[in-house]
């Protein structure tokens, strides 16, 4: 008997000891000094305290260093014949141009509905002119898109046109 009496006071002493440090209702300061958050702050800092909720800390993603970069393909330090580099550059400039006559083909595409900011309207549309003007938007930004696109495939095509001549020379 003596010793569940003595586990059930020792279990109640420590619950008095504990309970008036959570049961404040009151929740602590957070005081921020420069980039560090902490309760207790030095009075050396020039730190303040901040209002409102809490403050959550997110780790950061930890870098491999030197490992990673040894990782990457191009890393390997193998040089290609000049030959497969050619083969290489002409497969790459294929898709580009492949690539950018779809996307001048869909610009067409997209000019032709526009109608010079003026696309017809739908069935649907006359009822609710809301979603003709979502359509028009919509229209817009695909329009500035492929532009974008097409500026971008063509900056690539020079890029690869001036890097190959380069290379062919001894």
């Known amino acids: 008997m003596r010793p569940i009496l003595y586990y059930l006071l020792a279990g109640v002493g420590l619950n008095c000891l504990v309970w008036p440090v959570?049961?404040?209702?009151?929740?602590?300061?957070?005081y921020r000094c420069g980039n560090v958050y902490t309760n207790f702050p030095e009075p050396s800092a020039n730190c303040?305290?901040?209002?409102?909720?809490?403050?959550?800390?997110?780790?950061?993603?930890r870098t491999q260093g030197m490992q990673a970069g040894a990782a990457s393909p191009g890393a390997s330090g193998v040089k290609?014949?000049?030959?497969?580099?050619r083969q290489?550059?002409?497969?790459?400039?294929a898709v580009l141009y492949a690539e950018l006559q779809r996307?001048?083909?869909?610009?067409?595409e997209l000019l032709?509905?526009?109608?010079?900011g003026a696309p017809e309207r739908r069935a649907d549309e006359h009822r609710q002119p809301e979603k003709y003007q979502r359509r028009v938007a919509e229209l817009r930004s695909a329009l500035q898109r492929n532009e974008a696109d097409i500026a971008g495939l063509q900056r690539e095509i020079a890029r690869l046109s001036v890097s190959s001549p380069m290379e062919a020379k001894p």
Do not use: C, F, M, Y
């Not at 032709?112 to 010079?116: P, S, V, Y």
């Open 88 to 93: 290489r550059d002409a497969q790459a400039h």
């Open 103 to 108: 996307a001048q083909r869909q610009q067409a």
């Open 112 to 116: 032709q509905e526009w109608q010079g």
């Open 80 to 85: 290609v014949e000049n030959a497969e580099q």
């Open 22 to 30: 959570g049961a404040t209702g009151e929740p602590q300061r957070i």
């Open 48 to 61: 303040k305290a901040l209002s409102g909720g809490s403050v959550t800390v997110i780790e950061g993603t």
